[in-house]
């Protein structure tokens, strides 16, 4: 059974940073791409970034793009996004997910597996 939990989520002033690390566990990670999306009440769940199995290849929504970094440590089991220069549009819930694909995967219906989301608050 995979299992995804979230963490690193909580309240920063706009401009500043934080760091959410998804733990994976269930299968080996490095055969999977990797996801993070956000959910606002009432807005469908946004694709933030993605990553590959393998770690090379990234890819970005466009509203956090420059912003935002995906990193993953197959050794540890873990993915991280590294989120600078927040603003408080990028309140949200923030959700990891696993795809079955080795490949980037952008939308939501292509990813298996979800975390429970961790809640990510920039202040004003």
């Known amino acids: 059974q995979v299992l995804l939990v979230e963490s690193g989520g909580g309240l920063v002033q706009a401009g500043g940073s934080l760091r959410l690390s998804c733990a994976a566990s269930?299968?080996?990670?490095?055969?999977?791409?990797m996801g993070w999306f956000r959910q606002v009440p009432g807005k469908e769940r946004e694709f933030v970034g993605a990553i590959t199995g393998s770690g090379t290849v990234t890819r970005y929504g466009s509203s956090v793009q420059g912003r935002f970094t995906f990193s993953r440590d197959n050794a540890k089991n873990t993915v991280y996004l590294q989120m600078n220069s927040l603003e408080p549009e990028d309140t949200a819930v923030y959700y990891c997910?696993?795809?079955?694909?080795?490949?980037?995967?952008?939308?939501?219906?292509?990813?298996?597996?979800w975390g429970q989301g961790t809640q990510v608050t920039v202040s004003s």
């Open positions: 997910a696993q795809s079955e694909s080795f490949n980037i995967r952008t939308n939501t219906w292509e990813y298996a597996y």
């Open positions: 269930g299968r080996t990670l490095s055969n999977y791409a």
